[in-house]
Structure formats: C-alpha cells, structure tokens
C-alpha cells in the first residue's frame, strides 16, 4: 500500500499541467550567446553548459524521474523556481554580492543573506515570453570552457568588460524538467 501511495503522489507533482513551467533561450544579436539554452550547474544558472540534474534511486525505481536533461523553470510572478518535482522545489535567487543567478539546493532554503528572491516577471513576447527582473538586465560574462555564467545587472556589481547583456525569452512546457537540479 505504501507503494501505491508513494506513486500516486509522485504522479501529482508531475502532472501539474500548465504554462508555470518554461524553459529559457538568450536572445543577443551578432554575438557568442544568440540563442543559447539557460542551464543550471552547480547550483548557478548558465549559457552553454550541461544540464546537471539528481534523481533517487527509489525515485527512478518507480518510474518518477523527469529526463533531468533540460532546465526548467517555474513561476515568473515576481519569484521564480526551478521546474522540479522534488518535494520543497528549488528557489531562484541573486546573490547580493555578485549578482550570481543561483538556485537553492533540494530541501533546503539556505541561500546568503540579502539575496534577492523577487522582482521576476514572464511577459508576453512575440512567439515567446520574456523573462525579466526588476533589478536589472540578464548579463552572461564568460567562464571556463566557452560557458558563460548569468548575472543580474545589479548596481552593485562591477562587470568585466567581456561580458553581454541579453534578453531571456521563454517558452511554455508542459512539466518539471528534473527531480532536482545539482
């Protein structure tokens, strides 16, 4: 019975059928980071770098792992998530000293103090959404292995001049894209 439980729970999280999930493109015109896919990795959000996801075992053994090899999101209405099933989910903030665009490990909220968990917007787009935050432009500033790791253009924060701003475009899925994200 405890199994039947387990799987008819798991099947609740997963079925959350709606335009809250999305993925994320970069939009930069004549540049290294047109049309890249957002990633998370290591707890950070990317440009041209794998997916990094998790899934228990005993997940996995009842069938209830998302393929875990895209990043998704959730939310966009002034906070946001990643797209996860894991109980708890995964919440995306700007670290307040670097304008690093991170995420929260699985059960956990841990995240450094003052950082900046709202001003997320979804607008609507032509042919996608665009994402946004209040407190400044999506930057990407190189990093090893042609990635580029996303920043927020805080106003604080003093970036490299190799670095480019760009536009997050989104576009609508249908579920979580992993259990978690590592």
């Known amino acids: 019975m405890k199994t039947t439980f387990t799987v008819a729970a798991l099947t609740g999280l997963l079925s959350t059928a709606s335009a809250q999930y999305f993925g994320l493109t970069s939009a930069r015109s004549a540049s290294a980071i047109h049309y890249q896919t957002v990633s998370a990795s290591g707890n950070s959000i990317w440009l041209n770098k794998k997916t ?29 998530s990643m797209g996860t099933a894991v109980p708890g989910g995964q919440q995306v903030y700007i670290d307040p000293d670097t ?4 995420y929260t490990q699985a059960h956990s909220a841990a995240q450094p103090e003052g950082s900046i968990q709202t001003g997320w917007t979804v607008s609507p787009g032509n042919g996608f959404g665009i994402l946004s935050n209040s407190n400044g432009p999506f930057i990407a500033c190189p990093a090893e292995n042609d990635s580029y790791q996303v920043f927020i253009g805080l106003e604080c924060v003093d970036f490299d001049d190799a670095c480019l701003s760009f536009d997050a475009l989104t576009s609508n899925v249908t579920e979580a894209g992993a259990w978690q994200y590592s």
């Open 99 to 102: 304008g690093a665009v991170k």
């Open 52 to 80: 990094a996801s998790y899934c228990p075992d005993n997940v996995k053994d009842i069938g209830g792992c998302p393929a875990g090899n895209t990043t998704i999101f959730a939310g966009g209405e002034d906070t946001l």
